[in-house]
């Protein structure tokens, strides 16, 4: 094998490498971003928080006013896992 022909091969095999090491990182963020969710969902559950926060601002049979108080965190909360009912809450774990 002459020079050049190494040269491509080497190249070749670096350019694999980077690949390889771009679906490794996406796959640590990807993980990481799972661990989040799920330790979300924990704590959420444990502490009955989101049952809370749904009882206050979803589930009632009248007219709800009361959405002027609701902070941005806590709505993000609720929109995140689709406002569903608390005992369905256990259903978006990845």
Aim: glycine share 4%; hydrophobic share 25%.
């Amino acid at each position: 094998m002459n020079r050049s022909e190494n040269m491509k091969q080497q190249q070749a095999k670096g350019a694999k490498t980077n690949q390889l090491k771009g679906i490794l990182t996406h796959l640590k963020k990807q993980t990481k971003y799972d661990q989040y969710h799920n330790e979300i969902l924990d704590n959420l559950i444990k502490s009955g928080y989101y049952k809370e926060l749904y009882n206050k601002y979803i589930d009632v049979n009248d007219v709800n006013d009361n959405y002027d108080d609701i902070t941005e965190k806590d709505l993000q909360i609720l929109t995140l896992y689709d406002c569903c009912n608390p005992d369905d809450l256990k259903n978006y774990y990845i």
